[in-house]
């Protein structure tokens, strides 16, 4: 771990010791952050941290009394689940593009028709499963009705009604850095089903708001801010509190549309293979790394905002994806203090998206991929290996944060 400080807060960074390729403008907008007067100790960075719009991506801020909408980011809830599926590796083998393709029906993924409700190839296009509406219906529409009580000019802009919007999307993918991928563990010919999704629309929508409404507060407050993308909710503010309603739901929504597209990908496998295999409820992982929750740090009682890091106190299990044609980790937290109980998300971007599609060729993308069955396409090019950084070089520079407990190797990869 680094230590870098331009305020009485300074930035911990485990990159080890610069092992990890991190740019300039990354530290940068950690220091911002860390210059507020409301954070709590100091801001921490992941070994896969890179600049993101708000905030940094791959880092974990600890406020007091004021939380920042922006820093949770657009994508709230935004995390992985991963399970052994009962299947063994040579009974899948010839089936690999079938399963594909199988995962591919089952599960709306990616955005078409700019994203016309009815007709977007990313949602049910107004025809969800019977067990969509039922869980929307249970655990969500009374909840988004009370937020829309609180704060009238949540959903004031935008043609789509914000309940047939949320439960068009529920139990769906998305596209960017999302995917659903079929797994081998290495050392054992166990399959595994891992996926990375969120909020989706519904969460995007909500969450632009209350980044918009922060703006506008503290742009009335006249704040002193590095940047607009900083603006906060004071704790003691109904904007606050309103804010942090709204956060709840998405998470819950995130984490229950993960596990929607988890059965409904088993059932397209255990079809596809013609043998109904259910999976143990108990080796189920799933973690967010894009939320916020009130947790108690160095004594205090503090809003811990992950930004592409995951929760990992003593023992928890979380996820640690590499790219689409590296390995990726479930590891066992180490319970660190100093990062906040926290580690990375993934294997943290090196290129932008812009960058990536610039100066990556669909031969490199299909060389990179080799034994991946995966889109090959200049569509995912910013998708692909070279646009990340080494996993392995990752998790070595976080040994005192997590340790592996298994090492998962894709053979099928969905993308939106």
């Known amino acids: ?30 220091l911002d952050i860390a210059g507020l007067p409301f954070i709590h100790k100091h801001v921490a960075l992941m070994p896969d941290a890179h600049w993101g719009l708000g905030a940094t991506v791959g880092s974990v801020i600890a406020t007091k009394n004021a939380v920042i909408p922006a820093a949770v980011g657009v994508d709230i809830g935004c995390g992985m689940l991963a399970i052994p599926t009962g299947w063994r590796a040579p009974e899948i083998v010839g089936w690999l593009d079938r399963l594909r393709a199988a995962i591919e029906v089952a599960v709306p993924h990616g955005r078409s028709d700019h994203g016309r409700i009815d007709t977007d190839e990313g949602g049910w296009k107004l025809r969800p499963l019977e067990e969509v509406k039922e869980v929307y219906d249970r655990e969500f529409r009374a909840g988004l009705n009370e937020l829309m009580e609180r704060d009238r000019g949540v959903f004031a802009q935008g043609r789509t009604r914000p309940h047939t919007h949320a439960w068009n999307m529920l139990g769906t993918l998305g596209g960017g850095n999302h995917f659903i991928e079929v797994c081998l563990e290495r050392g054992t010919d166990t399959v595994w089903l891992m996926l990375h999704s969120g909020s989706r629309g519904i969460g995007n929508r ?17 704040s002193k801010l590095p940047n607009k993308d900083l ?39 255990n079809a596809t293979l013609g043998e109904d295999r259910a999976p ?51 590891v066992r937290g180490l319970g660190n203090p100093e990062s906040f109980h926290s580690c990375s998300h993934g294997a943290g971007r090196v290129m932008s998206r812009t960058a990536a599609r610039r100066t990556i060729t669909k031969e490199q993308h299909a060389a990179d991929t080799h034994g991946v069955h995966c889109r090959k396409d200049e569509t995912v090019l910013d998708e692909s290996p070279r646009a990340y950084k080494d996993i392995d070089a990752v998790m070595a520079a976080q040994v005192d944060l997590v340790e592996p407990a298994t090492v998962l190797k894709q053979v099928v990869c969905v993308k939106g």
């Open 280 to 330: 143990r409820a108990a080796d189920l992982i799933h973690c967010h790394h894009n939320y916020a929750a009130i947790e108690n740090h160095f004594g205090e009682n503090v809003i811990v905002t992950r930004k592409g890091a995951v929760r990992a106190r003593e023992g928890d299990l979380g996820i640690i994806p590499g790219s689409m044609g590296a390995k990726s980790f479930i």
């Open 231 to 269: 603006s906060f909710f004071p704790r003691g503010e109904k904007a606050y509190d309103d804010y942090l309603f709204a956060l709840d739901w998405c998470q819950r929504y995130a984490w229950e549309n993960r596990l929607l597209m988890m059965r409904q990908a088993l059932r397209a496998i």
């Open 1 to 30: 771990m680094r230590v870098f400080s331009t305020s009485p807060r300074p930035v911990k960074v485990w990159d080890g010791n610069g092992a990890v390729p991190m740019d300039d403008a990354t530290l940068a907008q950690a």
């Open 206 to 222: 909500i969450a632009r708001y209350f980044i918009a409404r922060a703006q506008e507060k503290c742009a009335a407050w006249h």
